[in-house]
């Protein structure tokens, strides 16, 4: 038997407005964004460590992974969601 006071339980409002606003404006951004955004990133860094600039090249370089993860967030976001719209009993 499903219980009816689930909601109560667990709090109608699980996420903050916050992070539903995040979701929303993340929502209308291509995935493709990201993935060009991370070689673009990874070229950048290697023009800047061809031109002996190794320090700024290193940390633009490492914006790759951290813009793949946002994509991969943007994507599970697009597809899933950020909540079951029912909770598991």
């Known amino acids: ?3 009816k006071n689930v909601a109560e339980e667990y709090g109608t409002e699980r996420e903050s407005r916050v992070a539903r606003g995040i979701e929303a404006q993340s929502r209308k951004i291509p995935s493709d964004f990201f993935l060009w955004g991370a070689l673009s990133a990874l070229g950048l860094g290697l023009v800047l460590q061809m031109r ?8 633009v370089s490492q914006m790759a992974p ?9 994507k599970l976001v697009k597809v899933a ?3 079951p719209s029912t909770p598991e009993l």
Do not use: H
Request: a negative charge; charged letters at 20%.
């Open 81 to 83: 969601g950020s909540e």
């Open 1 to 3: 038997m499903v219980n």
């Open 52 to 59: 002996e600039r190794r320090d700024t090249g290193i940390f």
């Open 66 to 74: 951290v813009l793949l993860i946002l994509g991969l967030y943007n």
